[in-house]
């Protein structure tokens, strides 16, 4: 990579994906070569008990955009906030190692296509333009459930805080991840409180999403367990553990 800033770094959190995360990335690093913006990808490898940090460097010693980095702290949201403070990007975009939304899709979160530069800019299901495939009833059920418990408790108007897609300006996620505290699933309900508390304007963005097996959610026993970190974050917001000094 050149030394010019990148407009965008994909950072994909990673545990146990070494199964997935080769074809993620093929796909992932052919759309960052023959995309006309800058971008970087960055892999933060969570622990994992596979050779998904094997994998991910046999790519690195290969391309020049892709780096790769540990976080030893087991959660997607300890993943993510290591990598908020890696990223060189002017953007930051997490994505899942799924690839739920195709990569393709990514130019619809370049600030030009959003009217300009934003500061956080979250992928919906559920906002005008958003596609759904192959979802089992139930699960799709499942999300709306859990996303009225978010809007009543913490993140109110927000239709979809769960989708893995995100883009946040790179001095606001660094702003919030200094001071966000959840390491698992619920991290995505933390850094969206805090920012309405912050008063940042947050865009929900619809996209095609495609279910996929091989979630690593259990729907019943991190179900109870993100809920418990719902109201973990009602209870600091209230209690002024997000407030700026």
Known sequence: MNDAQPLMTILIPAYNEAVRLPATLERT?????????????????????DATREVADRFAATHASLRVVDQPVQGKGAAVRKGVFEARG????ICDADLAMPIEELARFFPQNLGGAYDIAIGSREAPGAQRFN??????????????????????????????????????????????RIDGWAFDVEVLAIAQRWGYQILEVGIPWYYGEGSRINPLRDAVRMVGEVWRVRRNVRGGLYDKS
């Open 135 to 180: 979802e089992p009833h139930y699960r799709h059920l499942m999300g709306r459930v859990f996303n009225f418990v978010v809007r009543t408790l913490a993140v109110p108007r927000i239709q979809d805080t769960q989708c893995g897609f995100k883009s946040l300006r790179r001095e606001v996620a660094r702003e919030i991840f200094a001071v966000q």
């Open 90 to 93: 002017r953007y930051i975009f």
């Open 29 to 49: 690093l052919a759309f960052v070569d023959g995309c006309a913006e800058p971008l970087e990808v960055l892999v933060v490898n969570n622990n994992s008990h």
